[in-house]
């Protein structure tokens, strides 16, 4: 793990710190709204252990607090990682192989995929996605565990408006990506489609169908070198 600090260069340093404390604060929120709404403290410090993926995190305690069954709240939030699905494929040579195909596919989330797919080497590629994912995770638990304390005596934690914060990271994250014509294509098709599906499907479906934005994508760097 020593090797990997080292191959990080000072701004994307900057850059993964930064984003670790925005899903902080991001944790923060999630963890008062979740007290705020009548659960006990443990539900969201240990879902943010063992589950560890924000937007299902958010999407289970809003279902559940809404009177919705947990089992329907589980499907969904299962729904919305399976994204995870084609994340995993993409960066199979970057989490490696052995006992660190478990710890990596755990602390999998959009950000630390997104620094990874913006190096060019695959070392690079390793450094970025274990760094940002160990992290977002030691932050994102501590805020968890912050927010939730505080969810007993903050009363309205909508007022806070903290919950924008976690939208604001992953544009802030696909903002360079869409420099490129190609890339810029395939997410406005994809980002048609999941808002046209939004009005009529369950949670989660809407992203999974934004994949078809992937047929207008046309990569400019030869087969080998994008699999690289």
Same mark, same amino acid.
């Given at each position: 793990?020593?090797?990997?600090?080292?191959?990080?260069?000072?701004?994307?340093?900057?850059?993964?710190?930064?984003?670790?404390?925005?899903?902080?604060?991001?944790?923060?929120?999630?963890?008062?709204?979740?007290?705020?709404?009548?659960?006990?403290?443990?539900?969201?410090?240990?879902?943010?252990?063992?589950?560890?993926?924000?937007?299902?995190?958010?999407?289970?305690?809003?279902?559940?607090?809404?009177?919705? $069954?947990?089992?329907? !709240?589980?499907? *969904? =939030?299962?729904? %919305?990682?399976?994204?995870?699905?084609? /994340?995993?494929? #993409?960066?199979?040579?970057?989490?490696?192989?052995?006992?660190?195909?478990?710890?990596?596919?755990?602390?999998?989330?959009?950000?630390?995929?997104?620094?990874?797919?913006?190096?060019?080497?695959?070392?690079?590629?390793?450094?970025?996605?274990?760094?940002?994912?160990?992290?977002?995770?030691?932050?994102?638990?501590?805020?968890?565990?912050?927010?939730?304390?505080?969810?007993?005596?903050?009363?309205?934690?909508?007022?806070?408006?903290?919950?924008?914060?976690?939208?604001?990271?992953?544009?802030?994250?696909?903002?360079?990506?869409?420099?490129?014509? $190609?890339?810029?294509? !395939?997410?406005? *098709? =994809?980002?048609? %489609?999941?808002?046209?599906?939004?009005? /009529?499907?369950? #949670?989660?479906?809407?992203?999974?169908?934004?994949?078809?934005?992937?047929?207008?994508?046309?990569?400019?760097?030869?087969?080998?070198?994008?699999?690289?």
């Amino acid at each position: 793990m020593r090797s990997i600090w080292r191959t990080l260069d000072r701004g994307l340093a900057r850059d993964i710190g930064l984003v670790c404390l925005a899903d902080g604060v991001v944790g923060l929120s999630y963890g008062a709204i979740s007290v705020g709404n009548g659960l006990p403290l443990w539900v969201p410090v240990v879902l943010s252990i063992v589950v560890f993926a924000g937007a299902s995190q958010f999407l289970f305690v809003g279902i559940v607090a809404a009177g919705g $069954s947990p089992i329907a !709240a589980m499907i *969904a =939030g299962l729904l %919305v990682n399976t994204r995870h699905v084609a /994340f995993g494929l #993409a960066l199979s040579d970057v989490i490696g192989g052995g006992w660190r195909r478990v710890p990596g596919s755990h602390l999998m989330t959009d950000e630390n995929v997104a620094f990874a797919l913006g190096q060019d080497e695959v070392r690079q590629k390793r450094a970025a996605y274990w760094a940002a994912g160990i992290g977002i995770f030691v932050c994102w638990n501590v805020g968890v565990l912050v927010g939730g304390l505080a969810g007993t005596v903050i009363t309205d934690t909508d007022v806070f408006g903290l919950d924008a914060a976690f939208p604001a990271v992953l544009l802030a994250l696909v903002l360079p990506a869409l420099r490129d014509r $190609s890339t810029r294509t !395939a997410a406005l *098709a =994809g980002s048609v %489609v999941a808002l046209a599906a939004t009005p /009529f499907l369950p #949670a989660g479906l809407p992203v999974l169908l934004a994949l078809v934005g992937l047929v207008f994508y046309r990569a400019d760097k030869p087969a080998l070198e994008v699999a690289r």
